[in-house]
T-cell receptor, first 111, second 116 residues
Framework: QQQVKQSPQSLIVQKGGISIINCAYENTAFDYFPWYQQFPGKGPALLIAIRPDVSEKKEGRFTISFNKSAKQFSLHIMDSQPGDSATYFC??????????FGAGTILRVKS | DGGITQSPKYLFRKEGQNVTLSCEQN?????MYWYRQDPGQGLRLIYY???????QKGDIAEGYSVSREKKESFPLTVTSAQKNPTAFYLC???????????????FGEGSRLTVL
């Protein structure tokens, strides 16, 4: 079964710092790579997604970088804030045209 | 407000009992999904439905059952055959099946099931 490998499992960053979360995948049927953000006790919500006709997409403090040859993509959170503390999931459309999620990264931003 | 409503938010069950989790959406979405979330394992797909009156097994369907009699509703039954049912269950929807893997999934707030 194809997987999406996400790292690190947890991350602690000082306020104002950069948070970086990485994901690697095997093969995809479509080039579409979303990141979901989940706050405790809530369902995940789409944060940002990339369709790699470009190698990078930026929305505010959040940036996705994509390396097609390495089959890797990453989420960068600039100027991290305590309100960014959440669990982040990457995902990729793998076998059977279904979205497969990474294991998640628990981010804590210390004020 | 449009969205996905899951109920109950918390549920306790004794071993050997079946339990049904409710999922209702008013987004007029064709496709609906059930995911299971366990710490360190991400979101794993249990069942999905591309359209009303149709559903398919996901990656971990054993011990679960679903129905899709109405577009708005996709209830999940956790049966006594599920060996480790304690988990956080998430229902989601997308505009259509294609959007489920090339667009946005909309999630409910989840149901936490604990087996005593």
């Amino acid at each position: 079964q194809q997987q999406v490998k996400q790292s690190p499992q947890s991350l602690i960053v000082q306020k104002g710092g950069i948070s970086i979360i990485n994901c690697a995948y095997e093969n995809t049927a479509f080039d579409y790579f979303p990141w979901y953000q989940q706050f405790p006790g809530k369902g995940p919500a789409l944060l940002i997604a990339i369709r790699p006709d470009v190698s990078e997409k930026k929305e505010g403090r959040f940036t996705i970088s994509f390396n097609k040859s390495a089959k890797q993509f990453s989420l960068h959170i600039m100027d991290s804030q305590p309100g960014d503390s959440a669990t982040y999931f990457c995902a990729a459309p793998l076998y059977g045209n279904k979205l497969v999620f990474g294991a998640g990264t628990i981010l804590r931003v210390k004020s | 407000d449009g969205g996905i409503t899951q109920s109950p938010k918390y549920l306790f069950r004794k071993e050997g009992q079946n339990v049904t989790l409710s999922c209702e959406q008013n987004l007029n979405h064709d496709a609906m999904y059930w995911y299971r979330q366990d710490p360190g394992q991400g979101l794993r797909l249990i069942y999905y439905s591309q359209i009303v009156n149709d559903f398919q097994k996901g990656d971990i369907a054993e011990g679960y059952s679903v129905s899709r009699e109405k577009k708005e509703s996709f209830p999940l039954t956790v049966t006594s055959a599920q060996k480790n049912p304690t988990a956080f269950y998430l229902c989601a929807s997308s505009i259509d099946w294609t959007s489920g893997y090339t667009g946005e999934l909309f999630f409910g707030e989840g149901s936490r099931l604990t087996v005593l």
